[in-house]
């Protein structure tokens, strides 16, 4: 499965899943996700075409903005290093948009693109050849995760709210400590701060905060509204 975290305007990635009977490996990517006003959908896709150097048909709506600014209209950019789809293209049944390179490897890390999921070159080759037609894709938005690794230590990674979805991490760390019974969060020391921060950097919270505790929800409610003062 392909699933693309576009989590954060500090490292946005494309997260590659391929489960056997006994393990899971998972390579990651860091990506190029859709600007504020051409936002990346979200959802659940298929991966249904593969092309190597790949025409670029221009779709209508970026001939319109090229218009606008008073650009060259193109309708068809051949392959080359003027292709701004790169080498590699993975076509999605999200047909506004698909997952491929770049000839921009600085636009990596940033919102820039109209929609589509794009990969530095080097890692536009090897996603190409670990992906199959019919593979899954999901595309998830979430500023705040929370993971344990396999010491089971807790860590927490919050990231600014780019397309404004949730109201800043506070909101969704509150959202989080709700569904998933985290008591103890409001007392940890480090949470609050990597919520402050939002840097999209791992942060470990200490042994102590486990998913059980007796701190009381409100509690939870009442730390993270006042970070956000």
């Not at 780019?162 to 109201?167: A, F, L, S």
Request: proline fraction near 7%; include cysteine; charged fraction near 25%.
């Amino acid at each position: 499965m392909v699933r693309t975290s576009a989590d954060t305007s500090v490292r946005p990635c494309v997260f590659v899943d391929a489960r056997t009977a006994c393990t899971t490996q998972v390579w990651t990517y860091p990506v190029g996700l859709g600007r504020d006003d051409w936002q990346t959908p979200t959802g659940s896709y298929r991966v249904v075409a593969k092309e190597r150097d790949p025409t670029w048909e221009v779709p209508l709506s970026i001939q319109q903005e090229m218009k606008r600014k008073g650009e060259r209209i193109r309708t068809k950019v051949a392959p080359g290093p003027e292709n701004p789809l790169g080498n590699y293209w993975l076509g999605l049944s999200l047909t506004c948009c698909g997952i491929h390179g770049t000839n921009a490897p600085r636009s990596i890390y940033r919102f820039e693109t109209h929609g589509c999921i794009r990969l530095a070159p080097e890692d536009a080759v090897d996603l190409f050849s670990r992906v199959s037609v019919g593979a899954r894709v999901e595309i998830i938005y979430d500023t705040v995760v929370v993971g344990r690794d396999e010491r089971g230590r807790l860590f927490v990674e919050a990231h600014p709210d780019v397309y404004e979805r949730h109201g800043g991490p506070y909101e969704k760390a509150l959202d989080f400590a709700g569904n998933r019974d985290l008591r103890s969060a409001s007392e940890a020391p480090g949470w609050e701060e990597a919520l402050r921060i939002a840097e999209g950097i791992a942060t470990p919270l200490p042994a102590s905060l486990r998913l059980s505790g007796t701190t009381a929800p409100d509690r939870i409610r009442d730390s993270v509204a006042a970070i956000g003062r």
